[in-house]
């Protein structure tokens, strides 16, 4: 009859395998969520919102330096914590700055852009090492290097994919929300009529006047396509947190692994 101590041993390869799947898995999703908004932010500003280039990379630049600030302390916030733990924090602090963004209008200030970056940084401080503890846990050396590989490829064709589908998304999702807002509007609707009368005394006629309104309709359009979005992501790394404790947790003073790039 075998011992429990065998019994465990048979069994530690099944835990290692099923952490590096479902580590691997929230590794590939939380990453492409959050490069998929990375590569929206500043489309969005730059298109419709009169940001130049160097204004909406001031307002992604914050995240680098509460990103920093974490990367100082997770050495010892590993030593102190469980690993699963602070990856699930990483996802809250992901659905936080997601969630902040679904609030935001096509008016807001420059520090309501700013703010959810800012939050954003620390999840990205805790993202990558923690998640990355979890894959390479029990992992045998000479299997390590393959493991890196490998959860580094599926990264890296995660955030290709989510780039690809994010601006599918934004422009087909705009075009609904256009459609929808134009079924409001004619001719004859007093909204309209003023806006109209408006515009003329600025001097346009009124080709010019229904050019700027549809322009107006367009960029309104984005806008809600934009929050669709943000609301998507912050659902997304909700149900990810659940997944963090699916893994065993790995063993306690273990090294903090480094990712490959």
């Not at 075998?2 to 290692?16: C, E, G, I, M």
């Not at 936080?96 to 990205?124: E, H």
């Not at 109209?196 to 359009?221: C, E, K, P």
């Amino acid at each position: 009859m075998p011992s429990v101590a065998q019994s465990t041993t048979s069994r530690a390869p099944q835990l290692q395998a099923r952490s590096f799947s479902l580590g691997a898995v929230a590794l590939c999703l939380g990453y492409g969520v959050f490069f998929g908004n990375v590569v929206l932010m500043p489309l969005w500003l730059q298109s419709f919102l009169g940001y130049t280039a160097t204004w909406a990379g001031l307002v992604s630049a914050p995240s680098g330096v509460t990103a920093v600030l974490t990367s100082l302390m997770i050495g010892r916030l590993m030593r102190r914590f469980d690993p699963r733990v602070l990856a699930a924090a990483s996802f809250s602090f992901f659905a936080a700055s997601y969630f902040m963004r679904a609030g935001l209008t096509s008016d807001a200030s420059f520090f309501a852009f700013v703010a959810p970056q800012l939050v954003q940084g620390f999840a990205m401080g805790l993202f990558f090492v923690s998640l990355l503890s979890v894959i390479f846990d029990g992992l045998p050396p000479h299997k390590i290097p393959a493991a890196s590989g490998l959860s580094n490829f599926m990264r890296i064709t995660a955030g290709s994919f989510a780039t690809s589908l994010t601006t599918t998304f934004w422009d087909r999702r705009e075009a609904l929300h256009q459609t929808r807002l134009a079924d409001t509007i004619s001719v004859y609707t007093p909204a309209y009529q003023q806006s109209l009368a408006q515009m003329h005394q600025f001097g346009l006629n009124d080709q010019a006047a229904a050019g700027a309104i549809t322009q107006g309709l367009i960029g309104q359009s984005y806008l809600l396509s934009s929050l669709d979005l943000f609301y998507i992501s912050a659902w997304v790394s909700v149900a990810l947190i659940p997944l963090c404790f699916l893994v065993r947790r790995p063993a306690a003073g273990g090294p903090t692994p480094v990712a490959a790039d």
